[in-house]
């Protein structure tokens, strides 16, 4: 049985009965206080940014409002399924000023119609059209979720980064280990940590993150054009020695068996509790792993790197940079003009202080010019929605906070590209995502099972 969609997309099911009320019922909102009457309001369905808590959310919307001078609502779907419940907003009529969403959601909802082209304000805006602020390739990106790759529907949040093996660095020196550049590589390294660990070598989330080791065969994840046609190289011949070779790992040992039903915070939980060596994640959860690991009680030694991928045989490597994290205005928004204001203003010093660092006298404290982290601060680990801001001007003013980062970052720099989704991809994803899990199960053969998703994709129409 196909395992539930992470985004189950719901535009085209959600029935007339469904109104706005009773979806903004099973949301968190927050709003700014103290402002007056006369001002507008201005309604964000956030997704991932905010405080940590509703007493936090509040003064996270309520900071927003001060630099705007308007009232926040901040919409909060806390309950889970965010990208599910808010298409249904909109689809209910709901009128919201700016929605978050990521690169695939977008391109359905810019299909839809639901989302405003942006391009043009962007084009006169001396923030969102500097290119220190934005650089033109993360337009680019963004573009790719755009009907016929035309006009820019959405702003960044945040440097998305990009997916790469993170490893306890600290087990590698101890146990001198070098750093595998090949599958059978790998394998020798989660041998070892079996061995003088008793630690699993990897986890995964199902085949959310195996992107470092498709990179053994030159595959990319998502799209790719062949021949006029679309072609999904994970559903191809080319991936199979790259399930056999997760099969070989589970078979073995290596791979914690949980992998299919695993969370990405289960992985991260596994690996900061050295249950695991290795999983592979964000290049900004690199600094975060290290600076929750000695908060959270983890060994002195703990130290989390990221590595290259494996590479193929031209000597190249890959990894996926990520769905762009963006925010969209509805089509329907009642204060657009207010909206694109946000949109600049969070792309500015004090929207990304805001998103990174968090509130003011909550989260951090400045004296003499000098950035203090709050109990609350540190806990929350420099993450408010955005803890790596996109501009250039941007400087994290807590750099010791900041290990491991520059050597991740260089990672996604140099291996990284953009891969190519259009608003079939989550189902597209999902059918990959069951086969291929048969596969490293030893349910299926690997051949069997990208004969399976191939043909899965051909009749629903996913692929040519």
């Not at 405080?51 to 609502?73: D, S, Y």
Request: net charge positive; with cysteine.
């Amino acid at each position: 049985m196909m395992k539930k969609a992470l985004h189950r997309r719901v535009l085209t099911v959600v029935s007339a009965s469904v109104t706005a009320a009773a979806l903004l019922s099973q949301a968190g909102l927050a709003s700014a206080a103290g402002a007056s009457a006369s001002e507008p309001t201005l309604s964000i369905a956030e997704g991932v940014i905010g405080g940590k808590n509703p007493q936090e959310n509040t003064a996270f919307a309520n900071a927003i409002g001060q630099a705007l001078h308007c009232k926040v609502q901040l919409i909060n779907t806390s309950t889970g399924n965010y990208d599910q419940k808010m298409m249904a907003m909109l689809a209910a009529g709901q009128k919201i000023d700016v929605v978050y969403t990521e690169g695939s959601t977008l391109a359905e909802l810019a299909k839809a119609g639901e989302v405003t082209n942006l391009q043009g304000m962007i084009q006169k805006s001396k923030v969102l059209g500097n290119p220190k602020v934005v650089p033109q390739w993360e337009w680019d990106n963004i573009k790719l979720s755009s009907p016929n790759g035309k006009g820019i529907y959405a702003v960044p949040v945040k440097y998305q980064g990009a997916l790469m093996a993170i490893v306890r660095e600290d087990w590698m020196k101890q146990l001198k280990l070098s750093p595998p550049t090949t599958l059978s590589q790998f394998y020798h390294v989660f041998e070892v940590f079996k061995q003088k660990k008793g630690a699993y070598g990897l986890t995964l989330a199902s085949l959310y993150d195996i992107e470092p080791f498709m990179s053994a065969v030159g595959v990319k994840n998502g799209y790719v054009q062949q021949g006029g046609k679309l072609v999904i190289p994970y559903a191809t011949s080319a991936a199979v020695p790259v399930y056999a070779w997760l099969h070989k790992l589970y078979v073995n040992g290596l791979l914690d068996p949980n992998f299919v039903t695993n969370s990405t915070a289960d992985e991260r939980n596994l690996f900061l509790s050295s249950r695991v060596g290795m999983f592979v994640y964000w290049d900004a959860w690199v600094p975060m792993l290290n600076n929750l690991a000695a908060t959270q009680g983890a060994g002195a030694s703990f130290d989390a790197q990221a590595l290259p991928p494996a590479l193929g045989p031209n000597g190249k490597g890959l990894v996926s940079k990520g769905d762009t994290s963006v925010f969209a205005i509805p089509s329907n928004a009642p204060n657009k003009a207010l909206a694109f204001k946000f949109l600049e203003w969070w792309n500015t010093k004090p929207g990304e202080i805001l998103g990174s660092l968090g509130v003011k006298g909550i989260d951090y404290t400045v004296k003499n010019g000098t950035y203090l982290l709050t109990t609350a601060g540190m806990t929350e680990n420099l993450d408010h929605g955005d803890p790596e801001p996109i501009s250039s001007y941007w400087k994290n003013p807590f750099p010791r906070m900041q290990k491991g980062y520059a050597n991740a970052r260089a990672v996604g720099v140099k291996y990284g590209y953009q891969p190519l989704i259009n608003a079939n991809w989550n189902n597209a994803q999902q059918i990959i995502w069951q086969y291929a899990d048969e596969a490293i199960l030893g349910r299926l053969s690997p051949s069997a099972a990208v004969a399976k998703m191939h043909a899965e994709l051909l009749r629903q129409h996913y692929i040519g």
